[in-house]
């Protein structure tokens, strides 16, 4: 069993910058985020395979967040720029033991408990 803890999160307003960090207990090969808004269902942001050949973003982030992962410390990160209101969430780190990168929830087998994420407008 893998544990993930993210951390980072925060308020910030629009147009500023977060990082998110989400550190594993042990090594895993796909690694994502993803995040959800009240009242809404949850939704890819972000996925990296192993070795960061393989990136995949959501249409809404792609320009403005960069996914990249540390495979020594078992930690993956967000870099959250240009922050938009519709942004606000609570952001999910999600991970996998197959080699495969998958960007819907069925497809990550471990999960975090979330950090909250608030964009001002």
């Known amino acids: 069993q893998v544990q993930l803890v993210e951390s980072g999160g925060g308020l910030v307003q629009a147009g500023g910058s977060l990082r998110l960090s989400c550190a594993a207990s042990?090594?895993?090969?796909?690694m994502g985020w993803f995040r959800q808004a009240p009242g809404k269902e949850r939704e890819f942001v972000a996925a990296?395979?192993?070795?960061?050949?393989?990136?995949y973003y959501s249409d809404s982030v792609k320009g403005r967040f960069t996914i990249s992962r540390d495979n020594a410390k078992n930690t993956v990160y967000l870099q959250m720029n240009s922050l938009k209101p519709e942004d606000t969430a609570v952001y999910h780190c999600?991970?996998?033991?197959?080699?495969?990168?998958?960007?819907?929830?069925?497809?990550?087998?471990?999960w975090g408990q979330g950090t909250q994420v608030t964009v001002s407008s």
């Open positions: 042990g090594r895993t090969f796909a």
């Open positions: 999600a991970a996998d033991p197959r080699l495969r990168v998958g960007v819907r929830v069925h497809e990550y087998q471990y």
């Open positions: 990296s395979s192993w070795t960061g050949g393989s990136i």
